[in-house]
């Protein structure tokens, strides 16, 4: 199935073919920053399966996680668009919900990097919580080139 989604200003579009393999909220310090005080929601996808149109600013630096990380977002308007694992590859990109045409697409599944939330933070005690990084999940196949 085909899901779509877009940054604020629509200068950054992008469609995905393919369905997500999971959504959690991330409570990482890195994470916080970006998201203004809270923890992102992402929506997980194979990397491939997401095509982006417009410009897009990216950041990259080394996570909690000790990953490296890419980071993507409009520069125009600033809405974060995803994040990426660099370094090692073939993790899901983790796309932000809120930039998908429809945020119900999937209902975050878990709550990773619990340990460095603040103590105001509000959590959903039926979800799997993780203090740090969640157990390393199977490395999405990549698709024969
Ligand atoms: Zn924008
Ligand atoms: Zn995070």
């Given at each position: ?92 990109m ?9 945020p ?14 603040p ?6 005690q ?20």
């Open positions: 199935m085909t899901h779509a989604g877009g940054c604020l200003c629509g200068q950054v579009r992008y469609t995905i073919e393919g369905d997500p393999v999971g959504a959690r909220m991330c409570w990482c310090r890195d994470c916080q920053r970006i998201a203004s005080g809270s923890a992102t929601v992402n929506v997980l996808f194979p990397e491939e399966a997401v095509q982006f149109t417009g410009e897009i600013g990216k950041f990259r630096m080394t996570a909690d996680s000790g990953n490296s990380v890419e980071r993507g977002f409009c520069p125009k308007c600033g809405s974060q668009m995803y994040s990426a694992t660099v370094q090692p590859k073939g993790l899901p983790r796309i932000r919900a809120g930039t998908l045409d429809d119900e697409l999937m209902a975050p599944q878990a709550i990773i990097w619990t340990s460095s939330a103590s105001w933070a509000t959590m959903d039926k979800l799997p919580q993780y203090p740090k990084a969640p157990p390393a999940p199977a490395p999405v196949p990549s698709k024969p080139d």
